[in-house]
């Protein structure tokens, strides 16, 4: 009998009983002994478990240099930090209407909860079919004067979107810009890290992301009156270094621990190898399947100087895999051994809870025609940033295992 696909009974590319995948977070004995352990033990041994926050202070003055802004401040999640830059660049008083965000239909839902948590509508927008990101013309078309009020562009899957455009229409219409670098810590864009590029920059350290502590967030931004609104929004209200007692503003509780900033500040040290680490992977592993018929690898657009590959997006051609679907692919490759999946699958407009929202409230969230987002849910394939903090060998597994697939289901075309 000739070869057979890993999911029909073959033998598999990879045995990863025998060759199993970086797990993420690394947890290795040494960097918690030599590392981990040592910082967390002063936190406990400090008495200093959370306020004044002197770690938290402190990380987040290193993360601000990372990213080459004036201020940051660590808090509890992205989400959060998504909320607090949207409330402190619109100045918004907690209850007055935030007015229209507009975002890509191509993202994780936090873009977009995160908004209407502050009282925020939404409009959807198309996203570049190359580079997944915020389409700057579509951006253009669908601003209403008067009723948007700011932009939420995403560096998706570790991708810069292309801020100097999005820049430019936002600021021909007075809209504040706030990044969503969830997935992008250490990409850069035309030299300059993200979260330096807009007003304020968000970011995740959630358990799957680049930089983690298991949960976090952070804002990031070069504007004092920005940074002071995110410090009273994030601390119930309180000014920065003003009296326990004293709010003048309303604010909420997102403070992190201490735990939480000294983990990040081991981390830090190491994000920039690992973000090159998996840059080199990532560049390794297209050129290896360039040549594979129906699959397009991730394409790094212009002004993209340094790409996070917080994951690696396949595009792919199902004609080319004898019309099997892309969930059949997707069930082929792991049982290959090599772990992927379809990333988001619809455009977030169209997922249940947006769905459900704008059905109750129509006039709460718009949605610009979306074709790109709609072709890039059907045909994506992702594999996760881990994958590529393995070697180039392991990068030729999967390049070998998506070649198998993809000859072998082409030889047995579904019936039409
Ligand atoms: C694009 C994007 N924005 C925001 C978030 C929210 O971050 P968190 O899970 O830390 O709240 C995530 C994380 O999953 C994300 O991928």
Same mark, same amino acid.
């Given at each position: 009998?000739?070869?057979?696909?890993?999911? @029909?009974?073959?033998?598999?590319?990879?045995?990863?009983?025998?060759?199993?995948?970086?797990?993420?977070?690394?947890?290795?004995?040494?960097?918690?002994?030599?590392?981990?352990?040592?910082?967390?033990?002063?936190?406990?041994?400090?008495?200093?478990?959370?306020?004044?926050?002197?770690?938290?202070?402190?990380?987040?003055?290193?993360?601000? @240099?990372?990213?080459?802004?004036?201020?940051?401040?660590?808090?509890?999640?992205?989400?959060?930090?998504?909320?607090?830059?949207?409330?402190?660049?619109?100045?918004?008083?907690?209850?007055?209407?935030?007015?229209?965000?507009?975002?890509?239909?191509?993202?994780?839902?936090?873009?977009?909860?995160?908004?209407?948590?502050?009282?925020?509508?939404?409009?959807?927008? @198309?996203?570049?079919?190359?580079?997944?990101? #915020?389409?700057?013309?579509?951006?253009? %078309?669908?601003?209403?004067?008067?009723?948007?009020?700011?932009?939420?562009?995403?560096?998706?899957?570790?991708?810069?979107?292309? #801020?100097?455009?999005?820049?430019?229409?936002?600021?021909?219409?007075?809209?504040? &810009?706030?990044?969503?670098?969830?997935?992008?810590?250490?990409?850069?864009?035309?030299?300059?890290? /993200?979260?330096?590029?807009?007003?304020?920059?968000?970011?995740?350290?959630?358990?799957?992301?680049?930089?983690?502590?298991? %949960?976090?967030?952070? /804002?990031?931004?070069?504007?004092?009156?920005? @940074?002071?609104?995110?410090?009273?929004?994030?601390?119930?209200?309180?000014?920065?270094?003003?009296?326990?007692?004293?709010?003048?503003?309303?604010?909420?509780?997102?403070?992190?621990?201490?735990?939480?900033?000294?983990? *990040?500040?081991?981390?830090?040290?190491?994000?920039?190898?690992?973000?090159?680490?998996?840059?080199? #992977?990532?560049?390794?592993?297209?050129?290896?399947?360039?040549? /594979?018929?129906?699959?397009?690898?991730?394409? %790094?657009?212009?002004?993209?100087?340094?790409?996070?590959?917080?994951?690696?997006?396949?595009?792919?051609?199902?004609?080319?895999?004898?019309?099997?679907?892309?969930?059949?692919?997707?069930?082929?490759?792991?049982? %290959?051994?090599?772990?992927?999946?379809?990333?988001?699958? *619809?455009?977030?407009?169209?997922?249940?809870?947006?769905?459900?929202?704008?059905?109750?409230?129509?006039?709460?969230?718009?949605?610009?025609?979306?074709?790109?987002?709609?072709?890039?849910?059907?045909?994506?394939?992702?594999?996760?940033?881990?994958?590529?903090?393995?070697?180039?060998?392991?990068?030729?597994?999967?390049?070998?295992?998506? &070649?198998?697939?993809?000859?072998? #289901?082409?030889?047995?075309?579904?019936?039409?």
């Amino acid at each position: 009998m000739g070869e057979q696909l890993a999911v @029909d009974g073959g033998t598999p590319i990879r045995d990863i009983a025998q060759r199993s995948w970086p797990e993420w977070p690394i947890a290795d004995e040494t960097l918690w002994s030599e590392r981990v352990e040592p910082a967390l033990r002063e936190v406990f041994l400090s008495h200093v478990e959370g306020l004044p926050g002197p770690r938290a202070e402190s990380f987040a003055e290193r993360f601000a @240099d990372y990213c080459g802004t004036k201020h940051a401040r660590l808090l509890v999640h992205g989400t959060d930090a998504i909320g607090a830059a949207l409330s402190a660049v619109l100045d918004l008083d907690a209850w007055g209407e935030g007015g229209e965000v507009i975002l890509p239909n191509y993202t994780f839902i936090a873009t977009a909860s995160a908004p209407l948590d502050r009282r925020c509508t939404l409009a959807f927008v @198309d996203i570049d079919p190359e580079t997944f990101t #915020m389409d700057p013309d579509a951006l253009a %078309e669908a601003i209403v004067p008067g009723r948007t009020r700011a932009v939420l562009p995403v560096h998706l899957a570790g991708h810069p979107a292309d #801020m100097d455009a999005i820049r430019a229409v936002a600021d021909k219409h007075g809209l504040a &810009v706030v990044e969503d670098c969830a997935q992008a810590h250490g990409a850069r864009y035309k030299g300059k890290p /993200v979260g330096s590029l807009s007003h304020a920059g968000t970011f995740s350290f959630q358990s799957t992301k680049n930089l983690t502590s298991g %949960e976090g967030g952070a /804002v990031t931004t070069d504007d004092a009156d920005i @940074d002071a609104r995110v410090a009273g929004f994030m601390d119930v209200g309180r000014a920065p270094r003003a009296g326990r007692w004293e709010y003048p503003r309303l604010g909420w509780n997102y403070r992190p621990s201490e735990y939480l900033a000294a983990l *990040l500040s081991v981390r830090l040290e190491t994000l920039d190898a690992e973000t090159d680490h998996r840059a080199k #992977m990532a560049d390794y592993l297209t050129r290896q399947l360039r040549a /594979v018929p129906g699959v397009t690898p991730p394409i %790094e657009g212009e002004g993209c100087d340094r790409h996070a590959y917080h994951l690696y997006c396949i595009q792919l051609d199902t004609t080319q895999f004898g019309g099997h679907s892309r969930d059949a692919i997707v069930r082929a490759l792991t049982a %290959e051994g090599i772990p992927c999946s379809p990333g988001y699958t *619809l455009p977030l407009s169209e997922t249940p809870a947006l769905a459900h929202l704008r059905k109750t409230y129509p006039e709460v969230v718009r949605v610009l025609p979306c074709p790109n987002a709609e072709r890039v849910c059907a045909n994506s394939l992702w594999l996760t940033q881990p994958l590529l903090l393995a070697e180039t060998e392991d990068m030729d597994d999967i390049a070998e295992a998506l &070649v198998k697939v993809q000859r072998l #289901m082409s030889c047995a075309a579904v019936a039409s």
